[in-house]
């Protein structure tokens, strides 16, 4: 499972279209994993664990992956996102 950890202050804004999150694997480098999670809830929260994706080690999965979150379509300002880390558990 990989994991971003992130805050959103108090006065955090521009978080209320959905930001995307993707997981690309070796083995599915063609289609890799995306999922769609809104952040506006969270704002003033403590850390909270937003998944990106799941995958399990095998031969097949063995090398490079990339995962990536990101919001292109809004062309909005944002502020007040910390991102503590990332977590692949």
Do not use: C
């Amino acid at each position: 499972e990989v994991v971003y950890v992130v805050k959103l202050e108090d006065t955090a804004y521009g978080w209320e279209r959905p930001v995307n999150l993707k997981l690309t694997l070796p083995s599915n480098r063609e289609r890799p994993q995306e999922r769609s999670v809104s952040l506006n809830a969270h704002i003033g929260k403590w850390w909270v664990d937003i998944p990106a994706g799941e995958f399990k080690m095998t031969p097949e999965n063995a090398g490079e992956i990339s995962f990536s979150l990101y919001e292109t379509v809004s062309g909005s300002w944002k502020k007040g996102l910390f991102v503590k880390g990332v977590e692949i558990r």
